[in-house]
């Protein structure tokens, strides 16, 4: 199966510093990325489509200054996350879409993030 | 979307079939559903999905009702290694392929 890399695995940060998180499609050509949150015993939470070339549609209450989203090429998003604060402290998962196949999105193994 | 309904948790004997219930009764004519399953700490895996006709693969086995309205996951021999939380999501066919997650179901295989 197709498969989506996500880096760092993890990564923890001082507060008001920025993180990069690189989501990348191994195998495959993504035109369009997903970047989901989730918190402790919580669902995944959409927070932004990325799609190859154009802006990131975000979703209602993510801030797009702060989580700052490039899809510069067809196997790589990444996802900025700047000034983090200990809120900001989540699981961080992208999917990927591939070119002309629209029934399945392959999962990154996602991105712990521990703001201090 | 239509949104689902899926039991908080559920316990299944190891080497059993796990079957795991669905409920999505305001989907509409164009809407897949799709199965999901997320091990503790990791990203979601798909299992399976479909439209209304019955569908197999090597993980799962999907069991759309002639209604559409509620669908049940089946895990045929379940093992310790299919503990996860299952998703059950309801997705457009066209244009729209974003995933709207709920909660899931937790489900415990026992030994």
């Known amino acids: 199966g197709a498969v989506v890399s996500q880096h760092p695995s993890w990564v923890i940060c001082k507060s008001g510093t920025s993180v990069k998180i690189e989501c990348r499609s191994l195998d495959f050509q993504a035109t369009t990325m997903f970047w989901y949150r989730q918190f402790p015993k919580q669902s995944l939470m959409l927070m932004a489509t990325s799609n190859e070339g154009s802006k990131a549609t975000y979703e209602q209450g993510v801030e797009k200054d702060k989580f700052l989203i490039n899809h510069a090429s067809l196997t790589l998003s990444t996802l900025t996350v700047t000034s983090a604060h200990p809120e900001d402290s989540s699981f961080y998962i992208c999917?990927?879409?591939?070119?002309?196949?629209?029934?399945?999105?392959?999962f990154g193994p996602g991105t712990r993030l521990t703001v201090l | 979307d239509a949104k689902t309904t899926q039991p908080t948790s559920m316990d299944c004997a190891e080497g059993r079939a796990a079957n795991l219930p669905c409920n999505h009764s305001?989907?509409?004519?164009?809407?897949?559903v799709y199965w999901y399953r997320q091990i503790h700490s990791q990203g979601p895996q798909y299992i399976i999905h479909g439209l209304k006709n019955n569908e197999t693969n090597e993980m799962a086995s999907l069991i759309i009702t002639e209604d559409r309205k509620s669908s049940t996951l089946i895990l045929p021999h379940a093992t310790l290694r299919d503990t996860a939380v299952y998703y059950c999501?309801?997705?457009?066919?066209?244009?729209?392929?974003?995933?709207?997650w709920g909660a899931g179901t937790k489900l415990i295989i026992k030994p």
């Open positions: 999501i309801v997705r457009g066919g066209d244009s729209n392929y974003q995933l709207i």
């Open positions: 305001t989907i509409s004519g164009n809407e897949y």
């Open positions: 999917s990927a879409l591939p070119v002309a196949s629209y029934n399945e999105q392959f």
